[in-house]
């Protein structure tokens, strides 16, 4: 399985734009890249996921190297109910795994 | 549609004693997961059942812990007798099928346990 690495913590402001990289140094061909969200008393949604170059959903961007050794979820804009943990999954179907992820707090 | 519903919302029990929580997952979800999320950390997969097979039980304690899914829709985690490490909180979640990549999960709100 892929080993992910992401910062544990980060801080914003109301209406800038958060970027948060995910390293995954060992992933294998056949893995993809997942970023759920997870607030405070709730379960882990889907946010985008992708396999190489960019994708963009109405929530995100994810922007995915060539080597596909790391990735970047893109939160435009972001305001206070953007406060979360973010995770990065990679793997295959059912053999994905959950890090630490990274608490974004957006601050006024 | 429903989401996952999960029961109970919390519960608190002393240490040796036994606790079950129930998980309903999407109509149609034949994929369903139970996951344990220990404050600070991300979920940890314990069970993932296909239907009412179990696909991947490698990081259940066995010796504690026993889940199913009888007839291949709702399921039962059961943890007996609980440790205080046990305190947690417990995500169950759903998938379409084991396809992620094109059907991903939906996951309830989870039962938070506190074992005294």
């Known amino acids: 399985l892929a080993k992910t690495t992401q910062p544990i913590s980060m801080d914003s402001y109301e209406g800038q734009e958060v970027n948060i990289t995910c390293s995954h140094n060992n992933i294998a061909t056949n893995d993809y890249i997942t970023w759920y969200q997870q607030f405070p008393s709730q379960g882990p949604r889907f946010i985008i996921q992708g396999y190489k170059t960019k994708v963009t959903n109405e929530v995100a961007s994810l922007f995915i190297p060539a080597d596909r050794k790391s990735s970047t979820l893109s939160l ?3 305001s206070l109910s953007d406060t979360a943990v973010y995770y990065c ?3 295959e179907n059912n053999d994905m795994r959950f890090g630490a992820g990274t608490r974004l707090t957006v601050k006024p | 549609e429903a989401g996952v519903a999960q029961s109970p919302r919390y ?5 040796r004693q036994s606790v079950a929580f129930w998980c309903n997952p999407i109509s149609g979800h034949a994929t369903l997961y139970w996951y344990q999320q220990i404050l600070g950390q991300g979920p940890k997969l314990l069970i993932q059942f296909q239907n009412n097979g179990v696909v991947d039980d490698s990081q259940l304690p066995k010796d504690r812990f026993s889940a199913e899914r009888l007839k291949g829709v709702d399921s039962t985690l059961k943890i007996q007798p ?21 059907y991903g999960y939906t996951f309830g709100s989870g039962t938070r346990l506190t074992v005294v």
Do not use: H
Not at chain 2, 11 to 15: D, F, P, Q, R, S
Not at chain 2, 82 to 102: G, M, P, Q, T
């Open chain 2, 82 to 102: 609980a440790k205080l490490e046990d305190s947690a909180v417990y995500l169950c979640a759903s998938s379409f099928s084991r396809d992620l990549f094109n």
């Open chain 1, 89 to 91: 999954l990679v793997g």
């Open chain 2, 11 to 15: 519960k608190i029990i002393e240490k």
């Open chain 1, 76 to 78: 435009p804009r972001v």
